[in-house]
């Protein structure tokens, strides 16, 4: 596969060496001296890894927890919202569906409702028609969607949540690695290993906001997370690993931060510069083709490039790239379903380069993507 060009970072990205060794290297040991004793051998480097996540968040140590996937970490923040009958929770267009569905599920059981906020004329969420009042007591807010290009607005948002006492829970997922999220306001963060930070899959992290943890109740919690202090007493911790339970792969742990430090160490302005310049090549070629859409919304974009040919269904379209050795995803309409069915689509293209892409390999990708096209 030496000619392979990747555009799968949306997807799940390939690890840098440092990271895979990371990763290895930890099995390696357990298999020599056991779990138990290869972890307390990593105690201090594990244990610093909240503060090299807070470094890449912008936020404070106490504020991270690690989880293993952003699914994870998106359940354990929105179990802990407190939510009764009445009560308002709203969604971008571009909403998840694995976050849809619990949303819906909590709905039923509690009485909230679910809306969806509505999008300006760029696709991307329209702050000015916001319609918020105190029964507002959750935005979900996607920042990047998994089907497209677009970028939603963070801070603006939260200020008018805030003016309401409403939460902001930012799936940061497709954003993460990316775009450097240092200085967005928001509550709660989540996001995940396998995409644009290039760790490990089963890996991701969730941030809450020290003053917003205390107005949550965490429900799935362990004794790690809460201090068995006697038979009939416990005691939460005081940090948000109240919300990480006692178990979790060490070796893939390790990797993530591997990967968080590697991000850090190349330059997350030069990341974000590299994605955003692969993408736009890749997007004017594309534009450029005959019989080719992109499908991208939003004014502000992301490296997430999506498509559709007139000619050939987008899973052909992708069967057809593996064979010519270009990684693509598609994108299928449950993942994204108000944004899909509002804009008739069942299903993109969706490539998405990392910068570890050159702009000759663009060029390259472009090519056989007009070829499998015909
Ligand atoms: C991929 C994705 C998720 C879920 O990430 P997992 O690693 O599968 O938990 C959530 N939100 C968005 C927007 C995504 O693209």
Redesign the pocket.
Known sequence: MSDLIFLDS??SSIPPAEVVDEVIGHLRRETEIGGYRAAAERRDDVEAGYGVLAGFFGCEPSEVAFTD??????LTAFDAVPLGKGDRVLVTE?E?G??AVPMLRRAEETGATIEVMPSDAHGQLDVGALDLDERVKLISL?????NGGLVNPVSEVTAKAHEVGALVLL?A??STGQIDLRGLDYDML?C????WLRGP?GT?ALVVRDDVRRRLKPRLMDHSAAEWVAPGRYEPRDDARVFELWEYSVADRLGLIAAVKYALARGLDVIEAEVQERARRLREGLSAMDGITVQDLGERRSGIVTFTSDRVPAMELKDRLWQENVAVTVSQKG??LIDMTRRGLDEVVRASPHYFVTPEEIDQALERISRSAR
Do not use: L
């Open positions: 949306a997807g996937s952003a699914t994870r970490s998106w571009v998840y694995g976050n996607v920042h990047v969607p998994t799936d997922c497709q989540v995940t290993g396998r995409k899959r991701g993942s994204t």
